[in-house]
Nanobody, 116 residues
Framework: QVQLVESGGGLVRAGGSLRLSCAAS????????MGWYRQAPGKQREMVAI???????NYADSVKGRFTISRDNAKNTLYLQMNNLKPEDSGVYYC??????????WGQGTQVTVSS
C-alpha cells in the first residue's frame, strides 16, 4: 500500500518562498513518476510539476523559473521549492505518484496561501 504525506504549506506574502515535502511509504521505486498538483477553490486540479527518471522534469508554464521539483529516492521524499510566490499560486497542493502506469495515489494535501 502506498501512502503519501505532504507538509510545508502555510501562509506567505507575495514574493516569499515555501518548501513542500511529500514523504512516501510503500512500494514506490525511483522509476515511478511523482509530482505535485494544486487545486484552487472553484477550479480543477492542475499539474504543477512532475519528476520522472525516464522523462525528467516537467513544469506548468505558470511556475517555470519559480518552482523546482526534486526527489530524494533514498529517503522516499519529494520536494517542491516555491520561490517568488504569487497570490494565484494559492490552493491545496497534492502529492501524486502513479504505480505501473495505472494506479494513482494521492496525499491528503497541504494548504498554501499567498497574500498580496
Amino acid at each position: 500500500q502506498v501512502q503519501l504525506v505532504e507538509s510545508g504549506g502555510g501562509l506567505v506574502r507575495a514574493g516569499g518562498s515555501l518548501r513542500l515535502s511529500c514523504a512516501a511509504s510503500g512500494s514506490i521505486f525511483s522509476i515511478n513518476p511523482m509530482g505535485w498538483y494544486r487545486q484552487a477553490p472553484g477550479k480543477q486540479r492542475e499539474m504543477v510539476a512532475i519528476s520522472s527518471s525516464l522523462l525528467g522534469t516537467n513544469y506548468a508554464d505558470s511556475v517555470k523559473g519559480r518552482f523546482t521539483i526534486s526527489r530524494d529516492n533514498a529517503k522516499n521524499t519529494l520536494y517542491l521549492q516555491m520561490n517568488n510566490l504569487k497570490p494565484e499560486d494559492s490552493g491545496v497542493y497534492y502529492c501524486n505518484t502513479k504505480i505501473a502506469g495505472i494506479t494513482d495515489y494521492w496525499g491528503q494535501g497541504t494548504q498554501v496561501t499567498v497574500s498580496s
